[in-house]
């Protein structure tokens, strides 16, 4: 495994100790990681890329599922080879014995967002020699980000209140807390002032933000701004850059958002996690929404705004799955046509009640009808990108390489979405960051292929 993902940043004095850290899992567990980055930074502590440079390293790990899990335990396992002294944080970290068991020598283990006893085992185990001093120890007023310059996630609140079979999220962060919208919007906006020109909302349910705190008006450059999603959606959409909406449950009141993306307040994107078609399995994972309701929404959203990017993960193999309910999902994904879809084969995780359930799939019948699947919505995103052709559309630059750039549509989220590959241009017709326009010249079943033809 190569040396941990970290952000480098150069040694503001000779004494400063110095931090390798190593994030793992999801956007949400990123945004945690560079919280607990800022505030060392903050208390004069230098962050360096290797584990050989670090005198201490913080490892943010994820327990989602268990090949997560695993790839936690042995990144673990390799930060205390190589280093010898390891703090432990994140989701895995709610297993403090499991951890422990396996990695005895570990220092400090916490779970998910738990920034300050993260930031307290570091300045036991590593104290700072020196004073924190303003003019030398520069931290950049959006914080310190893990994400490229130009976009940045933007978490508008921890935990859920939903209790899906599946999934033991709630357990590890527990139930919706919602951050104070003006809280949101100061961020939002230092973060566009730094230079992002891409916001991705995250949570666990962005759609429910604000019902905790019965959607308490806030307030925000001295106006007044309801806590609610089409509030906070309305706000972002007056910064003048792309706003991606992520992790959205289909409540009626998401309607309203999709008059936004309509007026390009917003990008017309939704991430949806559908998880399945058969009214059956839904049941049986305890999701909120049904597969009947949420096809009658998609029709009226893409009659409001017919450019919408839908955008939705789904499981195979979910026990008690029958040939007639994954039949029932493959019609569903066809009825849907959804833009852009991610499959997972059930895995059972330690403490999901799903894991009682009668009938589970065999690991074979998992791999099969997970080949199908793919096989079903690669068709779907080949011709959804097939009627792109020969359009112009917006672009934002993520890289430029030789006489070519890659970039992201509006339909397109960093990492998980297709790309849309720019050729005959160099460094000095774009950089990183730009969003120009295209004309879209061929496609295949995931990206587009484009030339650059004029600024955005």
């Known amino acids: 495994m190569d040396a941990p993902p970290v952000i480098n940043a150069d040694a503001m004095t000779a004494s400063a100790p110095r931090v390798g850290f190593v994030s793992l899992g999801c956007p949400k567990a990123l945004v945690d990681s560079e919280r607990i980055l800022t505030q060392l930074r903050i208390d004069g502590y230098d962050l360096v890329p290797s584990y050989a440079d670090a005198d201490i390293v913080i490892v ?3 327990g989602f599922i268990d090949s997560a899990k695993a790839e936690s335990l042995e ?40 920034y300050e006893e993260v930031v307290g085992a570091v300045h036991r185990h590593l104290p700072v020699s020196r004073q924190h001093d303003p003019y030398l120890d520069i931290v950049p007023p959006q914080g ?10 933007l978490k508008i609140s921890e935990g859920c209140n939903h209790k899906c079979s599946f999934c033991i999220i709630p357990s590890m962060r527990g139930r919706l807390i919602s951050r104070p919208i003006g809280e949101v919007l100061d961020e939002a906006e230092r973060l ?3 230079g992002v020109r891409e916001l991705l909302v995250i949570s666990q349910d962005t759609s429910a933000y604000g019902s905790d705190i019965k959607y308490r008006t806030g307030f925000w450059q001295g106006k007044p701004v309801k806590a609610d999603m089409l509030g906070l959606c309305r706000a972002l959409g007056t910064l003048g850059v792309w706003v991606r909406l992520h992790y959205v449950y289909p409540y009626p009141h998401v309607d309203k958002v999709i008059d936004l993306m309509a007026d390009d307040a917003v990008l017309p994107y939704l991430d949806i996690p559908f998880q399945h078609g058969s009214p059956r399995i839904l049941k049986l994972m305890r999701r909120p929404a049904h597969a009947e309701n949420v096809l009658e929404r998609i029709v009226r959203w893409r009659a409001i705004c017919p450019d919408i990017t839908l955008r939705s993960t789904f499981i195979v193999g979910f026990p008690g799955e029958t040939e007639t309910d994954f039949i029932a999902l493959l019609d569903f994904i066809e009825a849907a046509g959804l833009d852009r879809v991610g499959c997972f084969q059930y895995s059972a995780v330690a403490g999901a009640t799903a894991n009682d359930l009668a009938d589970p799939v065999s690991e074979i019948e998992k791999q099969a009808r997970w080949d199908e699947f793919m096989r079903v919505q690669q068709h779907i995103s080949k011709r959804r990108l097939m009627r792109k052709r020969g359009r112009e559309i917006a672009v934002i630059v993520d890289s430029v390489h030789g006489d070519g750039a890659l970039g992201r549509s509006a339909a397109d989220a960093p990492e998980i979405d297709g790309l849309v590959h720019i050729s005959g241009v160099s460094g000095t017709d774009l950089v990183p960051g730009d969003i120009c326009s295209v004309r879209i010249e061929r496609s295949d079943e995931y990206d587009l292929f484009a030339v650059l033809s004029r600024p955005a």
């Open 192 to 194: 566009v002032a730094g």
């Open 75 to 114: 990144t673990i396992g390799e930060a205390l080879h190589e280093n010898g002294k390891v703090i432990v944080t994140g989701c895995l970290g709610v297993h403090e014995n499991e951890i422990r068991s396996i990695h005895p020598g570990v220092l400090s283990v916490t779970g998910p967002q738990r």
């Open 144 to 153: 310190i980000k893990l994400t490229p310059r130009h976009y940045a996630y």
């Open 60 to 62: 943010n790990t994820c």
